[in-house]
């Protein structure tokens, strides 16, 4: 069955630190992925997608490039902000499914 | 208002209660989703409906009872709930599949029974 993999958290990082939430994932088809950003008290927020290989989504800051060869969508930010701690998941669905396979999480920190 | 809203924000109930989950989306969207997140497990997808027919009952206890009237409402019914019930309940919207579009979420209704 379809599955994803998040590297493991807490993530701790410094302000103006570069991120990288690594995410993994096995699937019969050609998935579409997506990370969801939860904030404190508050539900999931679609951060970006992407919908083929090579596709790369960006938001915020953070982007994500589609590698089919490596089965991988991992996160990434050049500079990150205290604003940026949240919850970061990382989800496919694959086309005509439409059941959204969510990654266990990673918890970020960012300290000033 | 737009995007999805969910009310109430937190609930807390006895055992014995009865209380309801309303979840409502802005967006024109075909098919609506229920899921439960509990502290430290995976986000669960608990039901799904498409043009307001329940498409997929993952395995819930029917102390939880659906109801969806219209594509833009989504209702959660609760009944002799137990503590283990205790969770944060998340409604999402999507067109008629999420594919890729993606879910959309409201904010939650977190559920303390006591």
């Known amino acids: 069955g379809n599955s994803v993999t998040q590297m493991e958290g807490p993530v701790t990082l410094s302000e103006e630190a570069f991120l990288t939430i690594n995410c993994t994932y096995t699937?019969?088809?050609?998935?579409?992925l997506f990370w969801y950003v939860q904030y404190p008290g508050e539900g999931l927020q679609l951060l970006l997608k992407?919908?083929?290989?090579?596709d790369k989504g960006s938001n915020k800051g953070f982007e994500a490039t589609y590698r089919k060869e490596t089965t991988s969508f991992h996160l990434e930010k050049g500079s990150v902000q205290v604003s940026d701690s949240a919850v970061y998941f990382c989800a496919l669905s694959d086309r005509g499914a439409q059941k959204l396979v969510f990654g266990q999480g990673t918890r970020l920190t960012i300290n000033p | 208002e737009t995007g999805v809203t969910q009310t109430p924000r937190h609930l807390v109930m006895g055992m014995t209660n009865k209380k309801s989950l309303k979840c409502e989306q802005h967006?024109?969207?075909?098919?609506m989703y229920w899921y439960k997140q509990s502290a430290k497990k995976p986000l669960e997808l608990m039901f799904v409906?498409?043009?307001?027919?329940?498409?997929e009952n993952n395995s819930v206890p029917s102390r939880f009872s659906p109801e969806c009237p219209n594509s833009s409402h989504l209702f959660l019914h609760l009944h002799t709930l137990q503590p283990e019930d205790s969770a944060l309940y998340l409604c999402?919207?999507?067109?008629?599949?999420?594919?890729?579009?993606?879910?959309?979420f409201g904010p939650g209704t977190r559920l303390t029974v006591t």
């Open positions: 967006l024109g969207h075909n098919a």
């Open positions: 699937a019969t088809g050609y998935p579409s």
């Open positions: 999402a919207s999507s067109q008629d599949w999420a594919g890729g579009g993606g879910q959309y």
């Open positions: 409906y498409n043009f307001k027919e329940q498409t």
């Open positions: 992407a919908t083929k290989a090579d």
